[in-house]
């Protein structure tokens, strides 16, 4: 390890002369195509302490820390710079930001290695890793060896460890790195903070030969009496698979095809699931000793001009955008944090929530399921990406394909968004509008969106994406980043879009601290003022279904550095401790109180 000699001279060693060290552990194998359906599947936990070091040179991977045997440290025999056995542990699920000061603006590789302790391996059993999401680029080894590496810092790992594991213990070593770089999706420069670590439940699943690998269940585009039924199945033939759900009288057994795929078709006309009828079925899916399980709601969402429609029926998306940030936990959330979020919202009157601006956890699509919560979910195709790089594309699909498969049963996901914010570029419009399309392939029954773009000079809205896309995404700032607020009027004017406009965000800053400004700029009062302006100008424009400004906390982010945000973006509803109300919350709370009305009244 430490000694290995170098090719590049006899007197050289390679751990300190070897620059393409990172090429052999960069396989990112670990992707979509190894996700398994975990729905109704009982894991084990691998949350709590881990061992922990921190590693800005990537001596780890230089050295190859993951080959070290376990010994006592007055038994080994070559010099070494870290024990993986011994030492520093951190709990996870965390942040490193969030544990120690020195730690805050880390970026770069972090190890973490914990035992796996295994009775009998049985050998009619699987094993699956499944890791929530690590940020970003995340190796796996066991035992010493390298299984892959994944990439994407919102999306989860699946390992399989079967044939890997020993009897008895084995250690499981996760090499983490959060460094920004140009090729990576997002790239260097983003609006909110770089959390870096293992920050989303860690879980062992044991599964049989044959597994229930994808489960996608929908109604068929068009039609209220039919639900599709997609399937597919891993393993050593093991008989027809059974669908049952039982609320609906469905119990259907069908047989995989020869590559283990199922597409079914059953009649059933299930009560439609609606923000203010959030209707789920129980499904249960079987195949020998497998089982699967879900709960699921039953809805049709379409475009159709310029309008946006729910079951048929016309809707505004009255919203509001939100990061997974806490001033105490960092990126890590949990079911009462998503609670809190969604309770706010619905204060709010919102029945629409943006989910800014990369996968949240798979518990904010199954709680808005449950409360009736309609949510855009996107991937980081953010500012500035290397529109040219086909690697970058491979990691931006491959983070999209993760998210549709993970969230494409949730009835309260009604939008992909592709992108936010980039300049109209060919490359970019190739980019992107093929990521539309790959969002279509793999779930024909949502819209596609981005946060589009505006001509300033023209005064209207205009990004050739929008004609690849179902919603046109408008981030507009008017009364904040652009000053004459009467160009948003003009723009109103000038544009007459054929598609639905959503105006992804809006907003201003408020510092309502007791050092905060009590008028202009950064004040309590300005905020209100843009509200105000932006909603009596946003109320006129037909073409407008849905609004979710900018945003409901305040949160933490290094590029805000003036004397009223010090490290924070403040153009929350809501001051950071996700609890104080700024005076724009009850503004735009009235608001919407007014379009739900009129929604009403028109149904």
């Known amino acids: ?28 194998n670990l992707n979509h195509e190894t996700m398994l359906f975990v729905g109704g599947r009982e894991g084990v936990s691998l949350d709590g302490p881990w061992n922990f070091c921190v590693d800005l040179l990537d001596t780890g991977l230089r050295q190859k820390w993951f080959e070290m045997e376990q010994m006592a440290p007055e038994d080994r025999i070559e010099p070494y710079d870290y024990d993986p056995y011994m030492g520093e542990q951190v709990t996870v699920p965390s942040n490193w930001q969030m544990l120690k000061e020195k730690w805050y603006f880390f970026e770069g590789s972090a190890w973490y290695t914990r035992p796996l302790t295994i009775g009998k391996l049985a050998a009619d059993e699987r094993k699956f890793l499944r890791i929530g999401a690590a940020q970003y680029d995340c190796k796996v080894f066991l035992n010493g060896e390298f299984l892959g590496n994944h990439y994407g810092g919102s999306t989860p790992i699946f390992v399989e460890l079967t044939g890997k594991l020993r009897e008895g213990e084995s250690w499981l070593m996760l090499c983490v790195n959060n460094t920004r770089t140009n090729d990576r999706v997002p790239m260097r420069n983003t609006d909110w903070f770089n959390y870096g670590g293992v920050y989303r439940e860690v879980s062992l699943f044991t599964t049989p030969k044959t597994v229930i690998r994808d489960l996608f269940v929908h109604l068929v585009p068009g039609a209220y009496d039919k639900i599709a039924v997609e399937i597919a199945i891993d393993g050593p033939a093991a008989g027809d698979v059974s669908v049952s759900i039982p609320e609906l009288g469905i119990d259907q057994t069908f047989a995989p095809d020869a590559d283990g795929k199922i597409a079914a078709t059953l009649s059933a006309s299930p009560e439609l699931w609606s923000p203010e009828t959030p209707r789920l079925y129980d499904i249960v899916v079987r195949i020998g000793e497998d089982e699967v399980r879900d709960r699921v709601g039953f809805r049709q969402v379409e475009q159709k001009g310029a309008s946006l429609f729910l079951n048929g029926k016309p809707l ?22 998503i609670r809190r979020r969604f309770g706010h919202a619905k204060e709010l009157n919102c029945n629409f929530v943006r989910l800014a601006h990369y996968p949240h956890h798979e518990l904010a699509a199954q709680i808005a399921d449950e409360l009736g919560l309609l949510l855009w979910e996107e991937i980081p195709v953010y500012w500035a990406i290397d529109f040219e790089n086909p690697a970058t594309y491979r990691d931006a699909e491959n983070q999209l394909s993760e998210l549709i498969k993970r969230d494409r049963n949730r009835a309260s996901v009604i939008i992909w968004s592709v992108g936010n914010e980039n300049p109209d570029t060919d490359a970019r419009l ?17 819209l596609t969106s981005a946060a589009c773009l505006i001509n300033h000079a023209q005064k209207k809205i205009e990004d050739r994406l929008s004609e690849f896309i179902d919603v046109i995404g408008i981030n507009e700032y008017y009364g904040w980043y652009e000053e004459n607020f009467e160009d948003l009027i003009e723009i109103g004017i000038n544009s007459s879009p054929d598609k639905p406009v959503v105006i ?79 005076e724009a919350f009850h503004k735009l709370a009235a608001f919407y109180l007014e379009k739900a009305g009129q929604a009403g009244a028109d149904r």
Request: net charge negative; aromatic share 8%; proline share 3%.
């Open 1 to 28: 390890m430490v000694l290995e000699r170098s090719e590049l001279a006899e007197n050289a060693l390679q751990c300190l002369h070897d620059e393409a060290y990172d090429v052999p552990f960069n396989t990112q």
């Open 316 to 337: 505004f998306l009255r919203g509001i955008s939100v990061h997974e940030d806490d001033c105490e936990t960092g990126k890590v959330t949990s079911e009462a944090d």
């Open 504 to 582: 992804s965000e809006t907003g201003a800053d408020a510092d309502i601290s007791s050092t905060g400004p009590k008028k202009g700029l950064f004040s309590e009062a300005y905020q209100t003022e843009v509200y105000e302006r932006q909603i009596e100008t946003l109320r006129a424009l037909d073409y407008v279904k849905g609004i979710s400004p900018w945003i409901l906390y305040d949160f933490r982010v290094e590029r805000r550095q003036n004397v009223f945000q010090q490290g924070r973006n403040k153009k929350g509803l809501i001051a950071q401790d996700k609890q104080t109300k700024k």
């Open 430 to 446: 190739e980019f992107m509008r093929n990521l539309a399309a790959r969002a279509k392939a793999l779930d024909p029954t949502r």
